[in-house]
């Protein structure tokens, strides 16, 4: 099983950036399909992002297309998601996800999860 340690998050104004990184140990993540999960306070968690493990796919939820990029570094064993033209309506806490299975848009279960990041956007 992988291990994964998100990191990244952080406060910022709205219309801001911020790239997080979430690395794997453990495991080679290069074999792993990657996704990007968040939670907001009393809310469902929900799909963000998802990266095939061959880099040949990437999928986004509709509220964060074309604000926000997956990608991969295998060699540094990292998944990354950057996020820009941040609103308040990103905040939450960022979750990273490892699975043997292809979710384009978001599975029920994972095979490791990362302790998360909290992003918080503000006015």
């Known amino acids: 099983q992988v291990q994964l340690v998100e990191s990244g998050g952080g406060l910022v104004q709205a219309g801001g950036s911020l790239r997080l990184s979430c690395s794997g140990s453990?495991?080679?993540?290069?074999?792993?399909?990657m996704y990007w999960l968040r939670q907001a306070p009393g809310q469902e968690r929900e799909f963000v992002s998802a990266v095939h493990w061959r880099g040949i796919s990437t999928t986004y939820a509709n509220s964060v297309t074309g604000r926000f990029t997956i990608s991969r570094d295998n060699a540094k064993n990292t998944l990354y998601l950057q996020m820009n033209s941040l609103k308040p309506q990103d905040s939450a806490v960022y979750y990273c996800?490892?699975?043997?299975?292809?979710?384009?848009?978001?599975?029920?279960?994972?095979?490791?999860w990362g302790q998360g990041t909290q992003v918080t956007v503000s006015l």
């Open positions: 996800a490892a699975s043997s299975a292809w979710f384009p848009l978001g599975g029920s279960q994972y095979d490791s």
């Open positions: 453990g495991r080679a993540l290069s074999r792993c399909h």
